[in-house]
């Protein structure tokens, strides 16, 4: 039987997060990094992730600076009127689902602490175990959650990381396999999350992957055995 250990290129993994600490300059990592960090309202980014949700992020922020100028404290939402909640994140998508989980996950977290940033203290695992047993959220929104609301360290797996990790051969499957098997052996986590997302805005693209100016170009399976690559 495979094990995970198996099916995971650690060195390929390791030489990545080498790489990247080597190229902070490439993208706006570092500011971005402080800046998020100072922002800890967890009912917000809760709010916020589950917006984020199947949208990009300019949708998303519209629905929710349209949500907050309502309620500026978001736990009122449980008592407003389903429709008119609706219709202010109708622009983000999915508006009847997202309520719901939203609701869901509020009504979650005033069930189990008195003060939601008690989820915080439980330490993160415990608390990626909490939010993960809530429906709505996953493993890749929880680390969200758990990056901007508690400041810990974490690894979301989005579209962007995932491709980059499996055309460089690191590990193939799903994003949550992904996650499941890289995230424990990758040291500052959320510097490399950051910088797999501006990579694969800019460089290693959906399509026409721009492979001469890659900085994994020489350890990459996808560029190695494919002509699409630039
Ligand atoms: S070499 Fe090409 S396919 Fe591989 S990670 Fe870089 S841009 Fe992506």
Same mark, same amino acid.
């Given at each position: ?12 993994l390791q030489k990545l997060e080498k790489l990247i600490s080597e ?51 978001? #736990? ?54 909490? #939010? ?18 508690c400041g810990f360290d974490a690894f979301p797996v ?32 959320? #510097?490399?999350?950051?910088? #797999? ?34």
């Amino acid at each position: 039987m495979t094990t995970a250990k198996e099916k995971i290129n650690i060195k390929k993994l390791q030489k990545l997060e080498k790489l990247i600490s080597e190229n902070t300059d490439a993208y706006p990592i570092r500011e971005f990094i402080e800046n998020k960090k100072s922002h800890k309202n967890l009912v917000d980014i809760i709010v916020k992730t589950i917006l984020s949700q199947n949208t990009n992020d300019r949708l998303r922020d519209l629905a929710f600076s349209r949500l907050k100028s309502e309620f500026p404290n978001l #736990l009122k939402i449980l008592n407003a009127e389903d429709q008119k909640v609706i219709e202010l994140i109708r622009i983000c998508g999915l508006p009847q689902i997202k309520l719901e989980r939203i609701k869901n996950a509020l009504r979650r977290i005033l069930e189990e602490f008195r003060n939601p940033d008690e989820l915080c203290k439980m330490g993160k695992e415990k608390a990626f175990l909490f #939010l993960t047993s809530i429906r709505g959220i996953g493993p890749k929104s929880a680390e969200v959650i758990l990056f901007f609301g508690c400041g810990f360290d974490a690894f979301p797996v989005d579209t962007h990381v995932s491709r980059i990790i499996r055309r460089i051969g690191i590990v193939s499957g799903s994003r949550e396999k992904i996650f499941k098997l890289c995230s424990p052996h990758i040291k500052n986590k959320i #510097l490399v999350h950051v910088f #797999l997302i501006h990579h694969g805005k800019k460089i290693c693209t959906a399509r026409n992957p721009k492979c001469s100016l890659c900085i994994f170009k020489n350890m990459c399976n996808f560029r190695a055995e494919s002509k699409l690559c630039g």
